[in-house]
């Protein structure tokens, strides 16, 4: 009913930019616009962290250490969830996913990889 693909990862330089995308095709719409989105990362020996999330009314809400950087986003018409990264530091290096929260059910994403090089 609800499966996340991620896309969007890869390899930037430091100060660069990357839009991550979240794309549940299989849900109808009524069900896209009822979902909690959330990007979680999770770098290399460190736990999965939230990064920015998203209600189904629109509220987003952001970790420190991405404000003012990332932009949560949502476009109903494509059934696609977007994480807009700017100013990208070596940091930020991880795999993110996607993570969509449905009534009380979470459905994650495969992950996309994120690498930035100093």
């Known amino acids: 009913q609800v499966q996340p693909v991620e896309s969007g990862g890869g390899l930037v330089q430091a100060g660069g930019s990357l839009r991550l995308s979240c794309k549940a095709s299989?849900?109808?719409?009524?069900?896209?616009?009822?979902i909690d989105w959330a990007w979680h990362r999770q770098a290399p020996g460190k736990q999965r962290e939230l990064g920015a999330g998203m209600t189904a009314g629109g509220t987003t809400n952001y970790a420190d250490f991405v404000k003012g950087r990332f932009t949560i986003s949502r476009d109903n018409t494509k059934k696609t969830v977007y994480l807009q990264m700017n100013n990208l530091t070596p940091e930020d290096t991880a795999v993110y996913y996607c993570?969509?929260?449905?009534?009380?059910?979470?459905?994650w994403g495969q992950g996309t990889q994120v690498t930035v090089s100093s």
């Open positions: 299989r849900a109808i719409l009524s069900t896209f616009r009822s």
């Open positions: 993570d969509a929260g449905y009534y009380g059910s979470h459905y």
